[in-house]
């Protein structure tokens, strides 16, 4: 089935003030650079995203939140955006911060038809209250239910027009699970490929969780911590 | 006493031959460089691989491939690159052997806090409540106090917690502790550091043998 639209324009035609989105990438790793520089063009409000991080000042979805175009995030760990901290702490950004695992999972159980699970993840801490605890091989465990999207916006490094998908090394991360989990899943890719050219025992993310695929027009992959050694 | 580097060195002895090891960020990453001769460990980073090498030569760096710091890395032969659910499953199925993270403070029944101070700092806590809830191995890497002096090795964590009842081992620039029954147990001390100076800088309740083996690096 042809999953292919033209263009970044086309593949978020229906995103609307107030919905939910999944954005993949970890850090700035593995992030839907171009749909997330359009959500900036198309000006969508009182968004609610779902990505594990909330990008840097300049750059991720720290783009969508100095045009304060989030009302709630979902995320694991937000530490290197002053602009996140400072809309927090002030009150004028909703954040649920949640372990990276149980969100993890949270977005594959949506997307796997499995509406909560328990995990062992946050007991006797903030993230378990209002949540109900049961024991398991002697252990609590606390119920975390699963997270789904009206988009989820991902991005792979090799895809083919039948939405089919293949990531690359760490920037697999969050994507595969929040395509599961979209409504809407919109992919966008490096390398887009006529179906056949990608060899079906090496892909990641079979089509049928994908709605859209599209070549994204640039890709900048910034790094945030470039570490490096000395050549001997 | 220790600096950083030494007490990375004193969390390598730790290791053992086959173990599958989660560094957290800060001193625990510097843990790597130390692999005592003969072992052989494999690092996982639960952004997504297994089999972390070390950061690469200038002009090799893959915006693709970090950890969980997100510093860039290679990986050595042999390693693996997998999804964020799958990384968690390997943590909480408790197929990784050894989790070793930072911490803001420790308290004698073996809490730890490392995520959030009220109204001040909300980082967030990443896969630390993931890997602390699970891990059955997990060595604190701190430093004994804070900057203001007071200790962080307490017998009540006074920040919002990360997990309880999880924490097996602290090794600080001072000494190395064992949490168990309830209580700090004094196992060794740093190069120069006196039994009195390790007491008088942990609040919560503490154990001392009458001997107490100065740490070997």
Sequence with gaps: MNKLVKNVEEALIGVEDGMTLMIGGFGLCGI???????LVKLGTKNLTCISNNAGVDDFGLGLLLQTKQIKKMISSYVGE???????????????????????????????????????????????????????????PHILEEALTADFAIVKAWK?????????????????????????????????????????????????????????????????????????? | MLDKTGIAKRIAQELQNGWYVNLGIGIPTLVANYIPEGIEVEFQSENG????????????????LINAGKQTITVREGASFFDSATSFAMIRGQHVQLTV??????????????????????????????????????IVAMMH??????????????????????VKKVVTELAVLEIKDGKFHLIERAPGVSVEEIVSKTEGDLVVPEFVPEMQL
């Design chain 2, 49 to 64: 691989v297994l089999g972390m090498g070390p950061f690469p030569f200038e002009g090799e760096e893959d915006a693709d």
């Design chain 1, 32 to 38: 839907p650079e171009n749909s997330i520089a359009e």
């Design chain 1, 159 to 232: 895809g083919d027009t039948e939405g089919n998908l293949v990531f690359k090394a760490t920037a697999m991360n969050f994507n595969p699970m929040m395509a599961m989990a979209g409504k809407i899943t919109v992919a966008e890719v490096e390398e887009l490929v006529p179906a056949g050219q990608l060899d079906p025992n090496h892909i990641h993310t079979p089509g049928i969780f994908v709605q859209r695929i599209f070549k994204g027009e640039k890709f900048e992959k910034r790094i945030e911590q470039r570490t490096t050694r000395k050549r001997s």
């Design chain 2, 101 to 138: 993270l930072g911490a803001m403070e420790v308290s004698q029944n073996g809490d730890i806090a490392n995520w959030k101070i009220p109204g001040k700092m909300v980082k967030g806590m990443g896969g630390a409540m993931d890997l602390v809830a699970s891990a059955d191995n997990i």
């Design chain 1, 81 to 139: 955006n002053d602009e996140f901290e400072r809309q927090m702490l002030s009150g004028e950004l909703e954040v649920d911060l949640i372990p990276q695992g149980s969100l993890a999972e949270r977005c594959r159980a949506g997307g796997a038809g499995i509406p909560a699970f328990f995990t062992p993840a946050g007991y006797g801490t903030e993230v378990a209250e209002g949540k109900e605890v049961r024991i398991y091989n002697g252990k």
């Design chain 2, 145 to 166: 106090s804070n900057k203001a002096g007071e200790s962080k090795i307490l017998k009540e964590c006074t920040l919002p917690l990360t997990g309880v009842a999880c």
